[in-house]
């Protein structure tokens, strides 16, 4: 432990500090320095701090989301180039192909979990801050008397501060408090409840459902039920702080999602169908349609695009007459205004017909 204690010590500092400052800020406020709701609110500050610095992650986590989609046409070819052939050299030929295919797209089945990698360090060194707080409060601490900016004085209030009547540092396994057992169950329920969820929400409401047939999907989908089930059974290990952490967190993500999803659904998939619902409802109640509020958003040769005036007001579409088309079939000039106009043709051409000549008057002998 010392080693890994060593590992983490500049990211334990970095906790401890923020802890400390947003514990500062609570006391500020008025709130009592010792309570537990004070070093408990610490704790979701450090949240939203590492959140924060966490969003150009996130972005990446959605933008690869996105990019798994626009793969699957290639991905399809790929099974079905490989339909059949279950000899152990033909799969691997596939998964080397496939991951090939991810690579050049810049995207992964896995970049779903770059947000929970990402915050594993500063999981594991708030663990091991919340467990060294008795060891700080009694000058015992190995490394001195002190986490950073954490001293021996404000480790003893984090270690005897307490909410609901349980400890930030006590454990699930490691104490026969009834209140103890009662808050680290609960936190462990929404611990794991909130990481299924948030990875459900991610990889199959936002998914069209071509994305979600293929190994790598299944995979991905194997790993959004196991890791609630890994939270749920080591859980019981955790201090009270670090469960408040992960759950806090969680939500965070929960929001983070939604709103995204919400408002920039992925094309083809569940979260799309709601989002055009919702639109055409609130145009309905406008008396409007999803065409007159800009949710149609029709190609270069849409002929309705072509006959729309400037001013909005739609016009019927014209068809060429029949002059337009013995001039060689050219099509009609859309003018500022939005009206359609025939492009001027001499006379001659437009209407063509044969001027008596003199050799065709003159009488045959």
């Known amino acids: 432990m010392d080693f890994f204690d060593s590992l983490l010590w500049p990211i334990k500092v970095a906790v401890a500090w923020i802890m400390v400052r947003a514990h500062d800020v609570l006391t500020w406020l008025g709130m009592d320095p010792a309570g537990g709701w004070t070093w408990l609110l610490s704790i979701v500050a450090l949240v939203v701090v590492i959140r924060i610095l966490l969003i150009p992650l996130f972005v990446r986590q ?85 986490i950073g900016p954490l001293t021996q004085e404000l480790a003893a209030q984090a270690e005897s501060s307490e909410i609901f009547g349980a400890s930030l540092s006590s454990t699930f396994l490691g104490s026969d408090d009834l209140a103890v057992k009662f808050v680290t169950a609960a936190l462990i329920i929404i611990m794991s409840a909130t990481t299924l969820f948030t990875q459900r929400q991610l990889t199959m409401k936002n998914m069209p459902q071509s994305a979600l047939d293929n190994p ?37 993500s929960m929001g983070q999602q939604w709103f995204v999803i919400r408002n920039s659904p992925a094309p083809g998939s569940e979260a799309e169908a709601k989002y055009k619902e919702r639109q055409a409802r609130k145009a309905k109640r406008r008396g409007r349609t999803l065409e007159d509020d800009g949710a149609h958003t029709p190609d270069t040769t849409d002929t309705d ?47 063509p017909a044969p001027a008596p000549s003199s050799k065709s008057t003159k009488p045959k002998k």
């Open 216 to 252: 790598m999907a299944r995979q991905q989908r194997m790993l959004m039920y196991i890791l609630p089930l890994v939270f749920a059974f080591s859980g019981v290990n955790f201090p009270i702080g670090v469960l408040v952490y992960w759950s806090t967190s969680n939500l965070w």
């Open 62 to 146: 959605i933008k690869a989301s996105r990019g798994m989609q626009l793969v699957q046409p290639e991905i399809q070819k790929l099974q079905k180039k490989y339909k059949g052939k279950t000899d152990p050299a033909s799969r691997q030929a596939m998964q080397q192909e496939m991951m090939a295919i991810y690579k050049e797209a810049g995207t992964s089945p896995f970049a779903s979990c770059l947000p929970i990698l990402a915050q594993m360090p500063i999981f594991f060194a708030l663990f091991r801050v919340l467990s060294s707080l008795e060891a700080v409060a009694t000058g015992t601490y190995a490394r001195g008397d002190s």
């Open 305 to 351: 695009t072509l006959t729309t005036g400037a001013s909005g007001q739609r016009q019927q579409p014209k068809r060429n007459s029949p002059r337009s088309k013995r001039a060689g079939g050219r099509p009609a000039a859309v003018s500022a205004g939005g009206a359609v106009e025939q492009e001027s043709e001499p006379e001659a051409i437009a209407e």
